[in-house]
Each structure stands twice: as C-alpha cells, then as structure tokens.
C-alpha cells in the first residue's frame, strides 16, 4: 500500500496537487471476526508522514465504519 501512496505522491506533485496526510485517515474494513483476527494494522506512510487508524470517517457528511454499517451516520444524524 505505501508504495501505491508513494506512487499517488508523486502523480500529485508532478500536477501541482496537494494532499494533506494529516487530514487523512486509514481504515481496516471487515466483519467483527475479521476485524479480531487483525492483530497488527501495517503502517501507512503518504509522503514519509505517518498515516492515523481510525474506526469511522466522514466524507461529505457522510459517517462511514470499519465495518460498512449505516449505525454510525444514524447515530450522528438523530
């Protein structure tokens, strides 16, 4: 993943864009189970700066979650 994110990196700067890492987020996305059996989140790096796990994220107002359930963006909209 971090060599596709090097790959990115270097497309956006050869066009002139920016890409805040620390705006961005990681997201391992799985059922419960799956989720368990993770023990270990690889490191992600976009431009040698360290890349935040997070369980949810928010795009457009719009609440997404590790596991692809709407839970979260009811929760938020209620």
Not at 5 to 33: C, D, E, F, H, T
């Amino acid at each position: 993943m971090n060599s596709d994110l090097n790959n990115i990196n270097s497309w956006a700067k050869a066009y002139g864009l920016l890409v805040n890492p620390s705006k961005s987020q990681a997201m391992i996305i799985g059922s419960p189970y799956m989720l368990n059996i993770v023990a270990h989140s690889p490191s992600v790096l976009y431009g040698g700066v360290p890349i935040m796990y997070s369980s949810k994220a928010k795009n457009l107002g719009v609440i997404f979650d590790n596991q692809l359930s709407w839970s979260s963006h009811v929760n938020e909209v209620n």
